[in-house]
């Protein structure tokens, strides 16, 4: 009689991360479909057959004073996660993002012999490329979402391949697609404008408060134009909703069915993530903003190696989408880059190409279906 099929441990701690690590589940799943999976998610991660050990929802933040605030959460969910990829009954740990958990993670499980693959690991082009020998020392293979991270992480001893961005594999279905405004109860006969604040509670606190106040001077200023929020996920409608109390806005919460909106929208503001890309792969042109706490940007900025936050201005190799950064994330700034993007069609058109240019910079054969094959190579034993 053959050993029952080990367990694959799956690691990821926010939305995209989330979306990303489904994927490769799905194709997991089609290659060895008796193996049980395991992790730390939420919803997406559960719909895919992964039993949850985790929500990742009380572990995920950014920041240094952000972390703190959560740290008894953090030490809990990581002392059970290194307990858990320790059994015999883990073939494999299969990390997505989330650097600082999952290295330490990580470590943990190479200790104890578990093969690891890393898939969108920490983007150490920008910032402590001293890790690239440490992320070598513990995995058995990385995939990387960006086809320059693939030569400055080889020279570093990194098994790593890129494959194509795991976006384009989500956003297939969508990239020419009607947009369908009315769907998302939308008037017909509006100039859809996206306001996307962030996939996490503190940067939603951060964002959005700004992101309204701005919507309100382009209100007054542009009788035509309907807001649009899609919810990275829905527990954050009753912030947003909060936020909006007593207000007229002509503005539209959305759950559901982001790519199809995003695709309708006219222009957009987002927080600096994947949503920015998300947006510029779909052809939208957007502003590109971010806050964080004082002391988190100083020493972001002091390690950085870029001079860009934008994923898409980074992956173009120049700022063609404007940057609100710290300080100059206000209400009257955004609103002045909105303006003007609703005012010039030329210039709204020029950057909307320029943003779907980068679909072929970021094209490659299939990254769910490279984990899978580095996963096969590393530990298929475990699976039959």
Not at 314 to 335: D, K, T
């Amino acid at each position: 009689m053959s050993p029952a099929p080990k367990t694959l441990f799956i690691i990821c701690g926010e939305p995209s991360g989330e979306t990303y690590a489904a994927s490769v589940a799905r194709a997991f799943r089609r290659r060895f479909p008796l193996a049980p999976m395991e992790g730390i998610g939420s919803s997406g991660l559960a719909s895919e057959g992964v039993r949850l050990l985790l929500d990742y929802g009380s572990i995920s933040v950014v920041g240094i004073l952000e972390v703190a605030r959560h740290l008894p959460a953090v030490v809990s969910a990581l002392r059970d996660a290194k307990r858990r990829v320790g059994r015999p009954d883990v073939g494999a740990l299969l990390l997505v993002d989330f650097p600082d958990f999952n290295f330490r993670v990580g470590r943990e499980a190479h200790r104890r012999n578990v093969p690891v693959i890393y898939y969108i690991p920490p983007q150490l082009w920008a910032w402590r490329r001293g890790r690239a020998r440490e992320l070598a020392a513990f995995t058995k293979g990385v995939v990387v979402p960006f086809p320059f991270e693939e030569t400055i992480l080889r020279e570093q001893g990194v098994n790593v391949r890129f494959a194509g961005h795991p976006l384009l594999e989500e956003l297939a279905p969508y990239l020419d697609a009607a947009p369908d405004p009315a769907r998302f109860g939308i008037p017909a006969g509006k100039r859809v404008v996206g306001l996307l604040p962030g996939s996490r509670t503190g940067e939603i606190r951060a964002h959005f408060p700004v992101l309204a106040d701005a919507a309100r001077r382009i209100a007054g200023e542009f009788p035509d134009v309907h807001f649009a929020v899609p919810l990275a996920s829905p527990r954050f409608r009753g912030a947003i909703e909060q936020e909006l109390r007593g207000e007229e806005l002509p503005l539209t919460v959305v759950e559901d069915g982001r790519y199809l909106l995003f695709r309708g929208m006219a222009a957009a503001v987002a927080a600096s993530g994947t949503a920015t890309l998300e947006l510029a792969l779909l052809g939208v042109p957007h502003v590109i903003v971010y806050r964080t706490s004082e002391v988190t940007y100083r020493i972001g900025k002091r390690l950085a190696k870029v001079s860009s936050i934008g994923l898409p201005n980074i992956v173009a190799g120049e700022p063609f989408l404007p940057e609100l950064i710290q300080g100059e994330f206000r209400p009257e700034r955004v609103a002045a880059e909105l303006r003007a993007l609703l005012l010039e069609p030329a210039r709204r058109e020029s950057l909307a190409a320029r943003c779907r240019s980068l679909r072929e910079k970021l094209s490659g054969s299939g990254p769910s279906e490279a984990v899978v094959d580095l996963l096969a190579n590393a530990a298929g034993e475990s699976w039959g």
